[in-house]
C-alpha cells in the first residue's frame, strides 16, 4: 500500500492546533507557528476521498504498522538531508517520575512537569523512531522535526533540561507530527520554504 501525502488546509491546521492545546511544554511554545505560514498533510492511501481524509477521529484507512513505516522513512530522509537535527516526541500525558518512563528504552529529556524521547539526527536509525513511538505512555502522539542539534553534554545527569533547551527545539522545528484517525495514521504541519 502506497501512501501518498494528502494536503488538508484549514482543517488540518485546526485539527494540529486542538491537539497541540492538550499539552504544555513543547506543544503550547509550537501553537504560534502555527499561526505562521504552514501547510499540513496526511500520509494517506491513494484514492482517499478529501472528505474522509477530513475525518481525524475515524480509523481504519491504514494499519498502524504503516503508519510507523512511514514516519521513519520520512525522519530518515530528513535527517540525512540535515544530519544536525533532532526528533523529538512529547509524551504528554505522563510524569518524569512515572515508573515506565524510567524504564524506557528511548533517550529522554526531562523538565519538571514534562516527559520527551528523542533522537539525534546524526544518529538516526528507524528503529530508534518505532522505538520512541512504542515508549509513548500517553495515547496522543505528537511529534517534531526540529533543525536545533540537541547536544548530550546539554543534558544534565538527571535529565532536568531547562526552558531554554524547549524553547530552542521549537523555535527550529520544521514539522509537527500528530496522531490521527484512531492514532492509526498522523497529520504532518510543515513550516512553508522546507
Not at 504560534?32 to 475525518?55: C, K, N, V, Y
Not at 520544521?174 to 496522531?179: K, L
Request: aromatic share 8%; charged share 25%; with cysteine.
Amino acid at each position: 500500500m502506497e501512501l501518498i501525502e494528502k494536503p488538508l488546509g484549514a482543517k488540518g491546521i485546526g485539527y494540529v492546533k486542538s491537539c497541540l492545546r492538550k499539552g504544555k511544554g513543547l506543544s503550547s511554545l509550537l501553537l504560534p507557528s502555527l499561526s505562521s505560514r504552514g501547510q499540513t498533510f496526511a500520509p494517506l492511501p491513494e484514492g482517499t476521498e478529501q472528505g474522509r481524509a477530513e475525518e481525524f477521529e475515524v480509523g481504519g484507512l491504514l494499519p498502524r504498522r504503516k503508519m510507523k513505516e512511514w514516519v521513519s522513512s520520512h525522519l530518515g530522509r530528513l535527517c540525512r538531508d540535515r544530519p544536525e537535527s533532532s526528533i523529538l516526541f512529547q509524551d504528554l500525558w505522563v510524569a518524569p517520575s512515572d515508573p515506565a518512563v524510567l524504564a524506557a528504552k528511548s533517550r529522554k529529556i526531562l523538565t519538571e512537569s514534562e516527559v520527551y524521547y528523542f533522537i539525534q539526527g546524526e544518529n538516526f536509525h528507524s528503529r530508534l523512531v518505532e522505538t520512541a513511538i512504542d515508549d509513548l505512555i500517553s495515547y496522543l502522539l505528537v511529534g517534531v522535526f526540529t533543525h536545533f542539534q540537541i547536544n548530550l553534554t546539554e543534558i544534565p545527569r538527571d535529565r532536568a533540561a531547562t526552558g531554554a533547551l524547549i524553547t530552542s527545539l521549537a523555535q527550529e522545528t520544521r514539522e509537527i507530527f500528530v496522531g490521527a484517525y484512531d492514532q492509526e495514521g498522523l497529520v504532518v504541519w510543515r513550516r512553508a520554504g522546507d
